[in-house]
């Protein structure tokens, strides 16, 4: 891969060698197939095109200084891939079988993951369509699950720097106790509006109020959010928000630096009291806050002064990145070394 340019590689698609694949029918998963088609060949009839039935996880690959590949956190993408299931009525993928295949999946595109000091990473990215043809509005009985892998670099072009978002009120992106807690297909339909509009202002991304009563910030694009307040780590509880695996993993990073972690409903009046703020994800990892615009008050929330990042979320980040990379022990046995 030697004409590969790593260090200036953005958060696109580049075709790899290999996609990894499994079908149900009949009640159960058949056998993992491996192929080199980019294309999937469905009926125009199938649910994951009418209805949605469509969840997808994303996760990454880390070449560390060893050279061992590591998968960071795929046992907590499988469970949550499986919650998304059980939210669309789609047959759970095993952990052992999303296993198998992220780790069949990455192997074979072993040469795509990029070298340690590009600071990029394989983005993987498991993909679960119902395809049964069908009219009416119930579940399919067959399912693909396939994996497809992508080297990738930052997914704010600045990579690690302050960015500057915008509240659009007048679009949610999902209800308390819709599907906003799951990652599925339709969410991200519903968030591109917003998004677009989002950048053709200039902003790098998104905020979500809560959908009910306006007042709280659910989550950044496709990211959580997270703010920095007296040694305290605030991040958003909520019914419409992603469960963050990058967020999860950070809780406990926090705590281990000694912070103090608040999970709970976040105003958004408090912002600008805040530290620092910031936005996080498998994608983002974590994307510092400069400022919040709210488009329909006019209001504005500083949350950098200066423009810069905080000194906590930078710890943060590279707690976070040594971890993937291998540069420090993984003690919560969040890795998989391939
Ligand atoms: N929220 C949304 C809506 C997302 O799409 C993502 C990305 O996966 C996240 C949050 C961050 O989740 P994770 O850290 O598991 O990637
Ligand atoms: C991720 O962070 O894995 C995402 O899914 C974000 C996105 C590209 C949808």
């Known amino acids: 891969?030697?004409?590969?340019?790593?260090?200036?590689?953005?958060?696109?698609?580049?075709?790899t060698d290999y996609n990894v694949r499994c079908r149900y029918s009949n009640g159960a998963w058949g056998d993992i197939e491996e192929c080199t088609d980019?294309?999937?060949?469905?009926?125009?009839?199938?649910?994951?095109?009418?209805?949605?039935?469509?969840?997808?996880?994303?996760?990454?690959?880390?070449?560390?200084?060893?050279?061992?590949?590591?998968?960071?956190?795929?046992?907590?993408?499988?469970?949550?891939?499986?919650?998304s299931c059980d939210g669309i009525m789609m047959p759970r993928v095993s952990t052992e079988l999303?296993?198998?295949?992220?780790?069949?999946?990455?192997?074979?595109?072993?040469?795509?993951?990029?070298?340690?000091?590009?600071?990029?990473s394989l983005y993987i990215r498991p993909l679960l369509i119902g395809i049964s043809p069908q009219v009416g509005v119930s579940p399919s009985t067959e399912y693909l699950f396939v994996i497809f892998v992508t080297p990738v670099g930052p997914y704010y072009k600045a990579g690690f720097a302050t960015n500057n978002c915008v509240i659009f009120r007048n679009i949610?992106?999902?209800?308390?106790?819709?599907?906003?807690?799951?990652?599925?297909?339709?969410?991200?339909?519903?968030?591109?509006?917003?998004?677009?509009a989002a950048h053709v202002q200039g902003y790098a991304c998104e905020i979500y109020l809560d959908a009910k009563e306006k007042k709280y910030i659910?989550?950044?694009?496709?990211?959580?959010?997270?703010?920095?307040?007296?040694?305290?780590?605030?991040?958003?509880?909520?019914?419409?928000?992603?469960?963050?695996?990058?967020?999860?993993?950070?809780?406990?990073?926090?705590?281990?630096?000694?912070?103090?972690?608040e999970q709970r409903p976040v105003l958004l009046e408090e912002v600008s009291g805040f530290d620092e703020a910031g936005a996080c994800g498998t994608a983002a990892v974590i994307s510092p806050i400069g400022r919040i615009d709210d488009a329909e008050t006019g209001e504005t929330f500083v949350i950098s002064k200066d423009g810069t990042p905080g000194p906590v979320l930078t710890s943060l980040y590279h707690g976070l990145r040594a971890i993937q990379y291998g540069d420090v022990e993984d003690k919560y046995g969040w890795v998989t070394i391939l």
């Open 1 to 15: 891969m030697s004409t590969m340019d790593w260090s200036n590689l953005g958060f696109g698609y580049i075709r």
């Open 38 to 83: 980019e294309n999937i060949n469905i009926h125009m009839a199938a649910t994951c095109l009418h209805y949605g039935q469509d969840a997808f996880e994303g996760l990454k690959a880390f070449r560390g200084k060893d050279g061992k590949i590591r998968i960071f956190r795929l046992e907590a993408n499988a469970e949550r891939l499986q919650s």
């Open 98 to 120: 999303f296993r198998e295949m992220v780790k069949k999946v990455v192997g074979l595109n072993e040469r795509f993951v990029p070298p340690y000091e590009s600071g990029a």
């Open 172 to 196: 949610d992106r999902a209800a308390p106790l819709g599907t906003g807690r799951y990652k599925v297909g339709g969410n991200y339909a519903s968030g591109m509006k917003a998004s677009h």
């Open 218 to 261: 659910d989550e950044c694009g496709a990211a959580n959010f997270i703010g920095i307040k007296d040694n305290r780590y605030i991040t958003p509880l909520s019914t419409s928000i992603l469960p963050s695996i990058t967020n999860n993993s950070l809780m406990q990073i926090a705590r281990d630096m000694g912070l103090v972690v």
